[in-house]
């Protein structure tokens, strides 16, 4: 039993030395593979703004919004000067007719504030689709970029504390995209 016992430590220990020895070419495999790796960098957010695709869709986004300021402002005045009318007329009304201006007012504010509502939420679902078709473009282009630059991975700029700026893809990838989405 004894030399059981012994044979057992034995083959352990022999199996240290070949685990240990096994790390040593795994380390320097690593290293060597380390040396092959290489990595862009991108500020995504910074590419897609600064694609002529975002600058014109921001600019048409500017012109309906402007539009559309200009059509909630008059509901605004509208809703506002129906206020000063029943305050004006708050005296002088028979109870009757001052109820029914008051219901109309209720209904024409709530009517605007349901407008306004949905046009923000229309612009912002369209300012997002826009953004998203534009970002899924930007991915295809980087993908590109990574395999002509024979990278092994593209990162997002944001979460590197140091990087070559010969590797910082940003100006590349806009530059890219114009050229393949005029």
Do not use: C
């Amino acid at each position: 039993m004894l030399s059981l016992i012994k044979n057992l430590k034995e083959y352990r220990l022999l199996g240290w030395a070949i685990l240990f020895a096994m790390s040593g070419q795994i380390v320097a495999v690593m290293d060597a593979t380390a040396a092959d790796i290489k990595i862009g960098f991108v500020d995504v957010q910074k590419a897609i703004v600064e694609t002529k695709q975002f600058k014109k869709s921001q600019m048409k986004f500017r012109v309906e919004l402007e539009k559309e300021k200009g059509i909630i402002e008059a509901r605004k005045k509208k809703v506002e000067s129906m206020l000063i009318e029943i305050n004006k007329q708050a005296n002088v009304l028979n109870p009757a007719l001052k109820k029914r201006k008051e219901e109309s007012f209720l209904k024409e504010k709530k009517d605007f504030e349901r407008y306004v509502q949905d046009r923000e939420e229309e612009f912002a679902r369209r300012e997002k689709a826009a953004l998203d078709k534009i970002s899924r473009k930007m991915l295809e282009v980087l993908k590109q970029l990574g395999k002509q630059k024979k990278l092994t991975m593209v990162l997002e700029k944001k979460t590197v504390f140091y990087s070559d700026s010969s590797l910082d893809l940003t100006s590349l990838a806009t530059k890219t995209y114009n050229k393949l989405y005029p």
